[in-house]
Structures are given as C-alpha cells and as structure tokens.
Nanobody
C-alpha cells in the first residue's frame, strides 16, 4: 500500500509561482510512475505531468509545458510540481498519483494510476 499526501496549494495571482509537494509513504519502492493530475470545477480530471522513477523521463501536458516542472526527491520520497507563470486556467484541485503497474500508452492517463492523494486546491486570480 502506498499513501500520498499533497501540500502547498493556495491562492496566487496570474503570473506568479507556486510549488506543490506530495509526500509518499508505505511501500513506495514498488512505484514506477508518479504524476500530477488536476480537476477544475465542471471538468474531467486531466494529466498535468508525469515522471518515471529511476531517471526514466518526464512528460507534460501541452498546456503546462515550459511553465511547470515535475521532480522527485529520492531522499525523502517527495514529488514536487513547480508551477510558474500561472494562469487563471490553472485553477483546479491538484492530485498526486502513483502506480506500481507497468502499462502501455501515454502516462498522463488516470486509468494507469492506482494510488491517489486527497488533493490540494490551487486558485489563480487575474
């Protein structure tokens, strides 16, 4: 079992920056992929960024590429999402996700992930 706990959400103005954290605990050495998803009111949950543990690469949705950076600290098993140049369209609940399963297909699809955090709210004001 893997437990994920997000933090770092809040309110920020357009053009500002915010860093989200996701502390992982439990059987974390079994996880292969970790990712950030978000869900805005009235919209479906969408993938933002994903990272394959062990230096396997990072993936970004086109809407955040060049503005957001996903990273992982192996020393304390924390996943980060550095958000810069935020826009009102980035307003959403942000979820941390992980999976211990291998899969085929694009990593920014929620069906690949079997562990989820409770989410942290990000609100961007214009």
């Amino acid at each position: 079992q893997v437990r994920l706990q997000e933090s770092g959400g809040g309110s920020v103005q357009t053009g500002g920056a915010l860093r989200l954290s996701c502390a992982a605990s439990g059987y974390t050495h079994s996880t292969i992929w970790m990712a950030w998803f978000r869900q805005a009111p009235g919209k479906e949950r969408e993938g933002v960024a994903a990272l394959r543990r062990g230096g396997g690469g990072t993936y970004y949705d086109d809407s955040v590429r060049g503005r957001f950076t996903i990273s992982h600290d192996n020393t304390d098993d924390t996943l980060y999402l550095q958000m810069t140049s935020v826009e009102p369209e980035d307003t959403a609940m942000y979820y941390c996700a992980a999976t211990d399963r291998n899969f085929f297909g694009h990593p920014l699809q929620q069906q690949h992930f079997n562990y989820w955090g409770q989410g942290t709210q990000v609100t961007v004001s214009s």
